[in-house]
């Protein structure tokens, strides 16, 4: 009962499991195969991962399916770009999950079979995604009966409905959670932690280092004091090799935004439209369609309580008295405007059962509606509504619990069903008819009781006006025709324009450091040459771009020229590492102490306490592993070796050590040593099968 307004509520937790678990597709069927030839299926190919290609129809499919989701979470209406680049992205993130793990799982031979998944559906104690998606709004517990009347609808819709793929991902989801766990449980269970291994950590995390150490920064030497060569950049590339791995293809950007937001005038116009639209509602005779007809945004033409309305509007409707219209009022961008059609004091929830009569079996509405009748007039006299829903009821959910629906809140029924139960008394037996059939329906209880108010709802969005577009995108294409190939920030300085940069964006990019782009701007960012301008002026909702392509980063191993700028810092401090440490070393020679050696350096000794290993940070100074790692290695009152740190050379001397006292059970350091491994677990497995895949993303083409 109500199964689009209850999926509409329950969206928002429907997509969090949707998107929180790998999936597990191949346990609920085979991939669909649309029956094209090869090299067509070839041809559209979103991508693929170890061999296992995806199909642009069948990711298409799954992508609207959870633009779906997402639209109805966000109460309608239609989806930005952003979004559903968003959308796009999660159902990416399902394939290379579920594709990752087959084989794994496989291998392993982990499965759930159909009476496994019926008792984590249906069993005493269901898994949490299904508690979570049918909780009561009242209670905040696990309502069974809204579980068994919305399976028992949703298998009387016909195939291809949109709640057959909700429904279908739910039940997925709740089996991905399963495979996941067992897999999981699976490498915890290989965790082991030994007792020396403990002792170590404890050690870590506890002994206490006293030292004193001088500190020759970097910066007391000066960048012209040191010349920087390209064998300084291959040492420290080749030792660091490995982090300059670029997992996908990058591009890097440097991009001009002319901005159309809307303007003050722009305010005003949509004000002055607004207050035509509340002098015609004010008139109006027919509410609900004018406002249906009127409004940006189509709001349910139904009760609600207070804090139900935007809060702009949520005062003034209820002090206002019936027939008037009020606002309008400014929210988000968008004014809006509501006239107070009808307000009466209701309950706040209701307690119900039903019987369920579908007139195409019956023969027709009206002999539907007349067996209805016969049936609530021998529930009136005496007859049990529980053994006559059983006889009765086309709702297999309801009907085994004697046609029991539960508690539900205003919002949750179909609004003809929602009218009858709210507005009957506690005891009343009323019919209702509803796109599902014709229902009797006993009120068993109704619980709380506030004043609510309907109110045909009207509003504006705030949109830029043609003049504001036209003088934004005036100045953008003067800006595009005084391009030329190596002009781009000199043009740009001419013109008084900011040139912002985006670096190491990705082929889905849908955000140019913090600006949203069309993704066609994107695509053709993929599609250029290094140095290339764009080929024409790029409109988003309030923007144009024009933008330049200023590197390229292929996958894979990136060569020393592609890093060369972002480790010039880095290197030129080592260089400059090499001449402290140089004069750290002579001043330590023929010194026995750290104090001689400040001495030396016209330095005094700065004295850190109290650090641990775990935690390698010199307070008032920086991180410094190599620097820690170095105190707990050395003897008291022993100078060390110069050491080359992340701000300069440092020269250290230990005053002392404090140690803990040893533990007496190591009981407790192993297991939570174990627990925050575990908690990795997923995260670590799941980054070396991805390391070890072979995937190949095409959605740029597509997307």
Known sequence: MGLMNYLRNRAGVIIVVFIGFAIFAFLLGDVINYGTPFWARHQNQVGSINGESIDINEFNAQVDQTSEMFRQQMGGGT????????????????YLNRELLKREVERIGLAVGRTELNDLVQGDNPAMQIQQA???????QFDRAQLTSFISQVGTLPQGHEAHGQ???LLQNVIDERLSAKYTNLINNSIYITSLEATEEYNQRNKLANFEYVLLDYDSVADSAVTVTEQDYKEYYNENKGVFKNPEETRSLEFVVFDASPTAQDTARVRTTIDELKA????????????AVNSDTKYPYIFRKQGEFTPALDTLVFNAPLGTVVGPVLSNGRFEIAKIVETKVGPDSVKASHILLNPATEGGTDRAKAKADSIKGLIEKGESFAALAVQFSVDEGSKINGGELGTFGRGQMVPAFENAAFDARKGDVVIATSQFGIHIIKVEDQIGSSRVVKAAIIDKQINSGRE???????????????????????????????VLKANDITAMETMLSGTEVPREL?????????GDVTDKVYESDTKYIVARVTDIHKKGQLPLEAVKSDIESVVRNRVKAKKLIAQATEAANGATSLAQIGQKLGKTPTLAENIVFANPVIPGVAQENAVVGTVFGLQPKQPSKPIRGSQ???????????????????SAQKRQMTQSLAQRTWSLAFRALQDKADIEDNRARFF
């Open 134 to 140: 049918f909780r009561n709004p009242q209670t905040g």
């Open 280 to 291: 015609q509602l004010a008139e109006s005779t027919t509410d609900s369609l004018f406002a």
């Open 167 to 169: 429904w279908e991902a």
């Open 648 to 666: 300069g050379v440092y020269i250290v001397e230990v005053t002392g050590f404090v140690n803990p006292a040893a533990p007496t059970d190591l």
């Open 522 to 530: 994107v695509r053709w960012a993929f599609e250029a040459d290094k």
């Open 79 to 94: 989806l930005s770009p952003q979004m559903r680049s968003w959308a796009v992205q999660q159902v990416w993130g399902q």
């Open 468 to 498: 504001t577009m036209d003088a934004a995108y005036s100045k953008a294409n003067q800006f595009f025709g005084a391009l030329r190939s190596n002009n781009f920030q000199e043009t740009a300085t001419q013109q008084g324009l900011s």
